[in-house]
Structures are given as structure tokens and as C-alpha cells.
């Protein structure tokens, strides 16, 4: 059962008692949650705290077990992937051409007007050359990270779906990013980022969602009570 | 709007790009058959009559195992890097997807036949005695066939372990009408003692249903874990 596309609703995702399972391992246990427009969101977790497939399941990459989510208005969340920025951990690039050259071919699945302008504006906005003819496959760590941000803003999405973004990244890039990040943000998107770099996002973020066991167990604005509670480990 | 051709245009292009770039699919099917038809001239040495009925036999099986090789590879470059996620978050139909993976395969197994034809005329001494100009015919809707069904088969073991293994086994029994209508046809048409149309008929029927099949549950197979 689906709902239709409602622009008024007030928060942007819902999450409504998510669980995904894989075989008998339950890596979601019940989530639920409201997210709202133009926020920026920093999901934060050990590892195997279920960020990554909290991401994939908003990406609509994997369906839930029990439960809904609804991103825009609609649980159809194909019908939106048009509004939706997705980076993953891998660089979700093809390593034999360039960076204009991936961003070409993406450009053509979002039907981007305009694209070779936009495909430029992007790779500038990450901090990259548009002219670098040389194949992603020989890109540094970092370079590669930014050129595949470039690629989930290639749409100019509503939402932003960011998993480990700064990982490999150098302190300056990171920061880069970061601003960059916060500039959309400003400009109205809202922005999940998964990341165990949650200092780089003080100051950024406008709430620390803290994940463990596959359960959200806060959402806060303050990073405090996540460094008090990771202090009390 | 982009449409279904268009994306379709666009992800063939890029493949195209990619294969020249890396020659990963042409050269491991070239060399795989070319190996094929050195072993088999050497394992029999058939007269020009009987490289005539065999012939069939041996063009499709060696194209059969050589388009597998290009079949694996197809889906592996989507794989590195999870370039496919990017795909499946993307608004961009799973026909368009599905349909330029197919052309890809027809057009380099297609490359493959124009390479090693010459050499299997020139091994085994063959000649048609039938009508040639079905031959291209049955090479286009046999080598549909076998794509078609490859890659959408490729598509699904693309998340099993052994995948390599895996698609043959799926790929190989479900393709056994559409091989048998190939062989046969083939030999009509180099031996002459026979009307091929039966077999061209039911190659095209074969590739009619197997087609709409694939293009029908692709999308289930793309979006499934």
C-alpha cells in the first residue's frame, strides 16, 4: 500500500517501526523517527550498529522487512529517486573513465538539463578539475571520494544519502566537504551523513543520531551526550 | 524526458567505451575460441561432407561457451566499485539497463563471428550447398538467442558466490531448444538436404518469448537484494 506525494507533509522521512533482517541476523530493529526538511543529519554508531543499512534502506537499495518509510511524502520511494543523492563507502564509479565521463553517462539516468555545464559545476563544487582526462581507476583515495559526492549532487537533489564521506579524505578536504555540505544544507537540502568522524561535523550538523544495535537510541543536536556516552563505555 | 532508447543509447555506449578501452570480453572470447576450433581440427578429421553435418554442431557450441566468457564479464564491470547501486537509485527504467547489456553482447559475440568464421571455413573445407543467405539469419537470431538469455541469467547469479559457475548451469538447459534449432538450421542450409524455415521459425519464437520474458522480470532480478 502506497501513499501519494504530499509536499506539505512537515518532516521529510519517516521512519516507522523499520526492521530489516537478514537471515536471522536483524541488523534494524524497529526504528522509528522523523526527519525534517533542510536539516542536516549526522548518523553516528559503532560499527554493525546498522547505519550503513538505514542508508541503503532510504536509498531504496533494500527493501524493509516490517515496517515503512516514507522520504517526500510517499512510501514509493522509486517515484522520488529522481529527488535523492546517494553516495556509498565504494565510489559507485566506473574506474576506466574519467571523471566528466562518469558524470556524462549519470547525467543521462537523471535526464540532467543541460548536463555537460552541470557535470562541470559539480566537479568544481567537490574541488576537482572537469578537464582531468586521466581514468578514475588512477584517481587518488580522496580524489575519488569527492568525484563520487560530485556524482550524488549531480541531480541536485532534496536529499542527500552520504556514507562515510570523508573516509580517506585528507583534514583539508574533509573540512571542504564539510562546508560544502552545510552550504546545501543552507540552500535548503537535507543531508544524512553516516560517518565515525563526528567531531568534523560539530558545529555542521544540526542533530547527532546516534545508532546502536540497530536501534536510533538518541537524536540529539548537541554532540555532548555522544561523547558522554561513548566515555561511559 | 529520457526515454527507454535513449537510456538505452546511452548505457551501450558507455559499454562499448568501456570494452574498447579494456578488451576484457573480446579478446578472452577470441582467444577461448580459437582454441576451440584448433582442438576440435585436430581431434577429427572429417571429410568435406561430413564437416558439413557437423559443422553446426561445432560453430554453435564453440560461440555458445565463447559468448559465456563475454557474458561474465558484462555484469562484472557493474559490480566493481557498485557501480549498479548507482543504477538502481537512479530513476532510469531496468529495461534500458537490460536491453543495452543485450546489444552490448550481440554486437561482440557478432564481432566474434565475423572473426572466426573465415577460420572455420578454411579448417573444415565448407561450403553451402542450401541457401546461404539464411545463414546470416540464423547467426542474428541464434546469437540473440544465446545473448538474450545470458545475460539476463548473468544478471541473476551476479550475487551468488560461485557466479562463473553458476551461470551456465542456468543458462545451458534453457537454452538447449534454441541451440537445437541453430545446429539444425545450419546444417539445412550446408548440407541442402533439408528446409531450414521450420527452425528459423522457431528460432524467431524462441527469441520473441525469451525477450518479452526478460524484459519483464528484469526489474525484479535488478531490485532484488
Known amino acids: 500500500m502506497t501513499t501519494p506525494p504530499n509536499p506539505q507533509a512537515a518532516a521529510v522521512v519517516i521512519l516507522t517501526d523499520l526492521v530489516k533482517q537478514f537471515g536471522r541476523f536483524a541488523a534494524l530493529r524497529g526504528v522509528s523517527a522523523e526527519f525534517a526538511p533542510g536539516q542536516f543529519y549526522a548518523i553516528l554508531g559503532d560499527n554493525g550498529a546498522g547505519k550503513t543499512t538505514l542508508l541503503r534502506a532510504l536509498a531504496g537499495l533494500i527493501p524493509p522487512t516490517r515496517g515503512s518509510i516514507s522520504m517526500l511524502g510517499t512510501t514509493e520511494l522509486r517515484s522520488v529517486s529522481g529527488q535523492m543523492g546517494y553516495m556509498a563507502h565504494p565510489s559507485l564509479l566506473y574506474d576506466e573513465m574519467s571523471g566528466m565521463e562518469n558524470l556524462r553517462y549519470f547525467a543521462r539516468l537523471y535526464d540532467v538539463n543541460n548536463a555537460h555545464q552541470r557535470c562541470a559545476d559539480v566537479i568544481r563544487a567537490v574541488k576537482l578539475d572537469p578537464s582531468l582526462t586521466r581514468p578514475v581507476g588512477q584517481y587518488s583515495q580522496g580524489m575519488r571520494q569527492r568525484m563520487s559526492l560530485a556524482r550524488a549532487l549531480l541531480n541536485d537533489p532534496k536529499i542527500l544519502l552520504l556514507d562515510e564521506p570523508f573516509s580517506n579524505v585528507d583534514a583539508r578536504s574533509a573540512r571542504e566537504m564539510v562546508s560544502l555540505l552545510a552550504a546545501l544544507r543552507d540552500s535548503g537540502k537535507t543531508i544524512f551523513v553516516v560517518t565515525h568522524q563526528a567531531a568534523l561535523l560539530e558545529g555542521a550538523a544540526d542533530e547527532f543520531v546516534w545508532m546502536e544495535a540497530g536501534q536510533i537510541v538518541s537524536l540529539t543536536p548537541d554532540l555532548r551526550p555522544v561523547e558522554t556516552r561513548l566515555e561511559a563505555r | ?225
Open chain 2, 1 to 225: 524526458m529520457s526515454t527507454v532508447a535513449s537510456l538505452t543509447r546511452a548505457t551501450l555506449a558507455k559499454d562499448l567505451r568501456l570494452e574498447w578501452r579494456s578488451k576484457d570480453a573480446i579478446n578472452s572470447m577470441l582467444f577461448f575460441s580459437l582454441l576451440v576450433v584448433v582442438i576440435f581440427s585436430f581431434s577429427f578429421d572429417p571429410t568435406a561432407e561430413e564437416s558439413r553435418q557437423i559443422a553446426g554442431g561445432l560453430v554453435w557450441v564453440a560461440f555458445l561457451f565463447a559468448a559465456v566468457v563475454a557474458l561474465n564479464q558484462t555484469w562484472a564491470r557493474e559490480i566493481r566499485n557498485q557501480v549498479l547501486d548507482a543504477y538502481r537509485v537512479s530513476p532510469a527504467p531496468p529495461n534500458a539497463l537490460f536491453l543495452a547489456k543485450a546489444l552490448g553482447n550481440f554486437i561482440f559475440v557478432t564481432v566474434l563471428q565475423a572473426l572466426m568464421t573465415p577460420l572455420f571455413i578454411v579448417f573444415y573445407n565448407l561450403r553451402a550447398l542450401g541457401p546461404a543467405y539464411q545463414l546470416p539469419i540464423v547467426a542474428a537470431l541464434g546469437t540473440w538467442a544465446l545473448v538474450v538469455n545470458g545475460t539476463f541469467f548473468a544478471a541473476m547469479s551476479l550475487r551468488t558466490r560461485s557466479r562463473e559457475i553458476m551461470l551456465p548451469l542456468l543458462l545451458f538447459p534453457i537454452s538447449i531448444p534454441a541451440l537445437l534449432a541453430m545446429v539444425e538450421a545450419t546444417g539445412a542450409i550446408l548440407t541442402g538436404e533439408f528446409s531450414a524455415k521450420f527452425w528459423i521459425v522457431l528460432l524467431a519464437a524462441y527469441d520473441l518469448v525469451f525477450t518479452i520474458a526478460s524484459l519483464f522480470l528484469f526489474g525484479f532480478v535488478l531490485q532484488a537484494e
